[in-house]
């Protein structure tokens, strides 16, 4: 179900309202209790109410799957590690320029061992740069990849509250969603 549409009645007359539901949820409360008055005054509140419970709930067990969750747990770590692998990569490279410019310092009077030096220094400058560029990309996976797991957690917790609010999950005395 991707659309909800409540045909309503008012004092002053009729009204439809169409929710797109994969747009509009998670809401907050407040939002909610507004579009359950609307509801209420449909020809059809239980059915409708229904509905909402139906969608609120396929809705959290998407965000509660296991599955996916474990995948985004492991592609954080993975890339990290990774990450950080390139890390050590880097500062063995470093170290290697380091030692060029060591060459070239001291290599004042021979011309053809700077040149030399200068152009190996420049390959490892082209390594570090490349190891650099691919330690980002996976930093940045990692941390897509992180952000996206905490907003599953975060779903599977908006919808139980909004599902406690019409009355579908206990509420415990902390706050928290049975």
Same mark, same amino acid.
């Given at each position: 179900?991707?659309?909800?549409?409540?045909?309503?009645?008012?004092?002053?007359? /009729?009204?439809?309202?169409?929710?797109?539901?994969?747009?509009?949820?998670?809401?907050?409360?407040?939002?909610?209790?507004?579009?359950?008055?609307?509801?209420?005054?449909?020809?059809?509140?239980?059915?409708?109410?229904?509905?909402? !419970?139906?969608?609120?709930?396929?809705?959290?067990?998407?965000?509660?799957?296991?599955?996916?969750?474990?995948?985004?747990?492991?592609?954080?770590?993975?890339?990290?590690?990774?990450?950080?692998?390139?890390?050590?990569? !880097?500062?063995?490279?470093?170290?290697?320029?380091?030692?060029?410019?060591?060459?070239?310092?001291?290599?004042?009077?021979?011309?053809?061992?700077?040149?030399?030096?200068?152009?190996?220094?420049?390959?490892?400058? /082209?390594?570090?740069?490349?190891?650099?560029?691919?330690?980002?990309?996976?930093?940045? !996976?990692?941390?897509?990849?992180?952000?996206?797991?905490?907003?599953? !957690?975060?779903?599977?917790?908006?919808?139980?509250?909004?599902?406690?609010?019409?009355?579908?999950?206990?509420?415990?005395?902390?706050?928290?969603?049975?």
């Amino acid at each position: 179900m991707r659309e909800l549409t409540l045909n309503y009645r008012t004092g002053s007359g /009729k009204g439809q309202m169409t929710l797109n539901l994969r747009e509009f949820f998670p809401c907050t409360k407040a939002v909610l209790k507004k579009i359950l008055k609307v509801v209420d005054m449909t020809d059809e509140p239980e059915l409708h109410k229904a509905d909402l !419970i139906l969608y609120l709930n396929e809705r959290m067990d998407e965000a509660a799957n296991e599955k996916d969750r474990r995948v985004l747990a492991n592609r954080v770590v993975d890339y990290r590690e990774k990450a950080n692998g390139l890390g050590e990569k !880097i500062e063995k490279l470093e170290k290697q320029k380091a030692a060029y410019d060591e060459l070239i310092r001291v290599n004042t009077r021979n011309k053809e061992e700077r040149v030399k030096c200068k152009n190996l220094r420049a390959e490892v400058n /082209k390594k570090i740069k490349e190891a650099k560029d691919e330690q980002r990309h996976y930093m940045n !996976i990692a941390a897509s990849s992180e952000k996206m797991f905490n907003e599953l !957690i975060a779903s599977e917790e908006k919808f139980k509250a909004l599902l406690a609010e019409m009355g579908q999950v206990e509420e415990a005395e902390d706050g928290s969603t049975n």
